[in-house]
Each structure stands twice: as C-alpha cells, then as structure tokens.
C-alpha cells in the first residue's frame, strides 16, 4: 500500500509539473501535438539546419511534433502561431515511426520498425534516390531499468541513425539524434565525431531538467554522400 501511495503521489507531481509547463502550454496554443517540438526549432535556430526546399527525414515521428515544425519551416511564407498546417509545401518530409502517427498534410509517413531491413527498403522507396538533406532521429528504445541494457539500446538505435545518413546524406547534410548521458553517451560522442565534420552537443531549454537526453548533432559528412557541398549551418 506505501508503494501505490508514493506512485500516486508521484504520478500526481508528473501532471501538476506537465500542465504548467511552459512548453506545454505554448504548443498547445501553437498547436504543437508535443513539447518536443521546441526542442528541434531551438537545435535549428542555433545552427540554420532547416530550409525550404530540402529532404528531411524524421525519425521516431509519432506523435507528429517534429513533422509538424519541419512542415511549418516548408511553408512558402511565415504563416505565424498555427499556420502551416495545410496548404502548399516547399520541401519534402518522410517520416517513420513504429507506433501509429495522425496524418499531417504533405508528410509521407511509413509505420514500421526501423531496424527491420524490409522497414528500412520502404523508407528507400520513399526516399527514390534523392539525396536527403537532413536526418531527424527523436528515436528512443523501451526502457527497462537495466543499465547495461539500456546503454545498448540506446547506442544501437542511434548507430542505426548514423549508418542511414552515412549513405544517404549529401556530404553538407546533417543528422540531429536524441541520446542519453550513460554508458552509451561517450562512444555515441566518438561515432559522431569519426562521421562529421562538425559536431555538437545540445540540451534544449524545452528538455526537462531532470531528463538525461540530449541531441547530438553531426554536420558535414568526413567521407561518402552522395552530393558534395558546404556543410548546413557550418560558418564559411
């Protein structure tokens, strides 16, 4: 009985702390589906990842926050607080996740596992050889509360990530991959630094305090692509 106690009264905290968010309330105005996405318009307004007209690939997608600021970036104009939700679009959006995802105007999505190779060669298909501009990955495994466990989770699903982009980026492109300080943070930091030019380690203000993630974000590919080119937000 002390155990649900303290569950209730922790789960209790967690909504009171949720609904007075700052964030939380500001996507809700905007008509945001999460929070998260100020995380990426943060990463993208630091390092000018995003522009009309570009290939971007969003990963781990559902619930459709991160789709929705990269289709509002795509928009032709500014359309302001809940605008470009609909209409055209200059750029194109792939998104892929497991779990299902409400359909946003002008996003291509696939459900799927994206360590399955039939997954992974629908996510090609949709792609048809283009080279894509920019990788998202919001991807985060099931956690079980085994350390060691977790740490390979983790790290496997962001290797994923960045094999992806090694042979689908333009050498200028960039991959922006969520990841958690651990076991798994130092070789993550390594793997980064051995496939990119320019890398760097952000924590969004909108990243909860308490939450242990953080982005890493590769710029400019060391070697492969499939266009050569400057890399995105990189200073001359």
């Given at each position: 009985m002390k155990t649900q106690t303290k569950s209730?009264?922790?789960?209790?905290?967690?909504?009171?702390?949720?609904?007075?968010?700052?964030?939380?309330?500001?996507a809700h105005k905007e008509g945001y589906r999460a929070r998260a996405a100020y995380k990426l318009k943060e990463i993208d307004e630091q390092l000018g990842?995003?522009?009309?007209?570009q290939l971007v690939v969003d990963l781990g997608a559902t619930p459709g926050a991160w789709s929705q600021y990269l289709r509002r970036r795509f928009a032709p104009r500014d359309a302001g607080t809940g605008g470009a939700a609909a209409g055209q679009l200059n750029g194109t959006i792939i998104a892929l996740d497991l779990l299902p995802f409400e359909a946003i105007e002008g996003v291509t999505f696939i459900q799927g596992d994206f360590r399955e190779e039939a997954v992974l060669a629908q996510l090609d298909e949709a792609v048809a050889g283009r080279p894509v501009d920019v990788v998202v990955s919001d991807m985060a495994p099931n956690l079980?509360?085994?350390g060691s466990a977790d740490a390979a989770r983790i790290e496997?699903?962001?290797?994923?990530?960045v094999d992806f982009a090694q042979h689908r980026?333009?050498?200028g492109g960039a991959l922006v991959a969520k990841v958690f300080h651990g076991a798994s943070y130092d070789p993550l930091v390594a793997l980064f630094r051995k496939t990119f030019r320019v890398v760097k380690?952000?924590?969004?203000?909108?990243?909860r305090d308490k939450s242990a993630e953080t982005f890493l974000v590769g710029i400019g590919l060391k070697t492969g692509g499939k266009l050569a080119g400057k890399p995105v937000g990189a200073s001359e």
């Open positions: 209730k009264k922790v789960n209790k905290a967690w909504l009171h702390d949720h609904v007075n968010d700052t964030y939380v309330k500001l990842l995003i522009k009309p007209g079980s509360g085994i496997n699903l962001v290797e994923l990530a980026l333009t050498p380690a952000i924590k969004p203000k909108a990243s």
